[in-house]
């Protein structure tokens, strides 16, 4: 029977990052899942905040993971894996724009529900908390709007910094720009959607669009 992650001690504690790192380079290769499986819905919103495709995104994901386990040994823990596994994605994506691009596409179309409601292709997927109420369930869905507004590198750094939660140091490295770059983008980004926002919304609003951590909208 092959060894488990309980087999390291308490099976309730998660095997440290690094010792499954150590562990799949040493043969264990079915730690692999283990080990990308905090970081997914992250590569998958990489992906498509550059791809703004949810079947393109998705397999820009899977594509991004095979080659971090194909390439897991030059990991060199210079940066965070999860940061080391998005910016495997972000190059993926942005490849696969450069093709796209190369070829004569049609116009994306804003797709609309049954009832002909506006539902944008990049946050369709967005799942509802139960206790949620109509306000913020409204107010993410006119950020979502807002949000494929957006020109691609304002989107790209709000939804991995704001959305996402990375650090300002591993968006800038996961999106190969330098740190002033991430957080003069990260600021017209939330003026810009805090412009297209406010008007819609009015003033008894104004308090749910801070983007102060731990206000998230979302």
Do not use: C
Request: zero cysteines.
């Amino acid at each position: 029977m092959p060894e488990t992650t309980a087999s390291l001690g308490n099976p309730s504690e998660p095997l440290h990052e690094e010792t499954l790192i150590r562990r799949i380079r040493e043969g264990e290769h079915e730690l692999f899942y283990e080990l990308i499986r905090p970081y997914e819905r992250r590569v998958y919103a990489a992906a498509l905040a550059i791809l703004r495709n949810e079947a393109d995104a998705e397999d820009v994901a899977q594509e991004a993971i095979l080659k971090a386990f194909k390439h897991i040994r030059q990991f060199r823990a210079e940066a965070r894996f999860s940061t080391w596994l998005i910016q495997i994605a972000v190059n993926e994506a942005r490849m696969r724009r450069r093709k796209q691009q190369a070829v004569v596409m049609e116009p994306m179309v804003n797709e609309k529900d049954e009832d002909g409601l506006y539902t944008p292709r990049d946050f369709a997927d967005w799942r509802e908390i139960p206790s949620e109420t109509l306000e913020r369930a409204e107010i993410r869905q006119k950020l979502a709007e807002a949000l494929n507004s957006l020109g691609q590198k304002y989107r790209e750094v709000f939804i991995l910094r704001d959305m996402q939660q990375l650090s300002i140091e591993d968006t800038a490295k996961a999106l190969g720009i330098s740190v002033p770059s991430v957080k003069t983008r990260l600021l017209r980004a939330r003026l810009m959607l805090r412009d297209l926002l406010a008007p819609g919304l009015g003033g008894g609003w104004s308090k749910a669009l801070s983007f102060v951590k731990g206000n998230k909208p979302w």
